[in-house]
């Protein structure tokens, strides 16, 4: 079985499963595993923050972030697809008690400074004002769009002048980076934190980062704490999480991948893949997309369905070049 389903399917490496066998553990509640602080601090260092939090998964540390940075009842700008607000149970109304006001980014899901300015809420007696814009990349629903870092600064430089904090869902920020060629720290320079998973492209089994200055990341950890995400021997998970770190760039070789595979299968019959620009790729289909999955898996290859007529595949380090070209045959024989 091929599985395109997502990136989160990866299965660990020998290394890394070494990795978690040996690591030197401790109370990670009381601060004191050693691993997972060797992870937070290696983690700031290259997103470009303060600090870092170790967290069980991006929603988690998504949704920390808007609990941290807003006051009960605000209003939390947010893009109309983005992952937060789509794919979050409404967390954001649930955890933090707060409004959403949705934004419509386009095809490419950007927030822009006029859409800032255009979504900000005053505070006064009748309205309970703008607490937090939100902003994601990639774009998961726009099919892994990587906005550009310049996007992410004027969309956070509008809210800051209107002293409203910026949270940054980077859960494959590190796609980005490669697609740009920049460091993940060049997107992190005008937000206030960034949820960067770990157990997605990088391939880690479990777990996420979320950074900041040293202010946020201790009321980070205590509200981690409110959700039921403190952890005791988290080195086990942690020590995996530091092999995952050291493959960023590998990530260059899935979107390569994602390039061929959208290729193959663009030039199938009643198929229409848009080009990718990372890892994922959007295949709009004649027939119900779930009669395409359903007889695509028949065949022996997994996808997602996005919407009608609209599914999703996904590469990642378990998807081979042969793989690639064995989903495009099976593809062609439904």
């Known amino acids: 079985m091929i599985d395109l389903r997502s990136d989160t399917v990866t299965k660990p490496s020998d290394a890394m499963r070494e990795a978690a066998r040996d690591a030197a553990v401790g109370d990670d509640v009381y601060g004191e595993d050693p691993t997972v602080n060797e992870l937070e601090a290696r983690a700031a260092a290259v997103l470009g923050t303060d600090d870092a939090l170790f967290v069980p998964s991006g929603t988690m540390g998504n949704q920390i972030a808007a609990r941290v940075h807003t006051d009960r009842g605000q209003e939390v700008l947010l893009e109309r697809e983005s992952h937060v607000y789509k794919w979050e149970l409404a967390g954001v109304a649930q955890h933090a ?3 959403p006001r949705t934004v419509d980014g386009g095809d490419r899901g ?12 005053e505070e006064d007696d009748h309205r309970p004002g703008t607490g937090l814009l939100a902003l994601e990349n990639t774009h998961n629903s ?14 956070a430089d509008a809210a800051h002048d209107h002293g409203v904090p910026v949270h940054l869902d980077g859960a494959r920020l590190w796609n980005a980076a490669v697609a740009h060629d920049v460091p993940p720290s060049r997107f992190t320079r005008e937000v206030d934190s960034v949820l960067c998973c770990l157990s997605k492209g990088l391939g880690a089994p479990v777990g996420s980062v979320l ?52 290729a193959g299968l663009d030039d199938l019959d009643g198929l229409t893949a848009r080009e990718p620009e990372t890892n994922i790729v959007l295949v709009e289909t ?49």
Request: hydrophobic share 45%.
């Open 211 to 262: 950074a900041g200055s040293d202010g946020f990341v201790e009321r980070a950890h205590r509200v981690r704490k409110l959700m039921g995400g403190g952890m005791r021997q988290a080195g086990m998970i942690a020590a995996p999480a530091l092999r995952a770190l050291d493959r960023r760039d590998a990530l260059a070789i899935d979107h390569e991948r994602a390039r061929r595979l959208a």
């Open 110 to 121: 950007v927030i822009d400074p006029a859409d800032v300015r255009a979504g900000y809420v």
């Open 142 to 155: 726009k099919g892994g769009i990587a906005i550009a870092p310049e996007k992410i600064d004027a969309a």
């Open 97 to 99: 008690e707060c409004q």
């Open 286 to 334: 004649e027939r119900p997309a779930e009669t395409v999955l359903d007889e695509w898996a028949e065949a022996g290859v997994l996808a997602v369905p996005f919407d009608d007529h609209v599914l999703r595949c996904c590469t990642h380090w378990d998807v081979t070049d042969d793989d690639v070209d064995a989903a495009v045959e099976r593809a062609a024989g439904t």
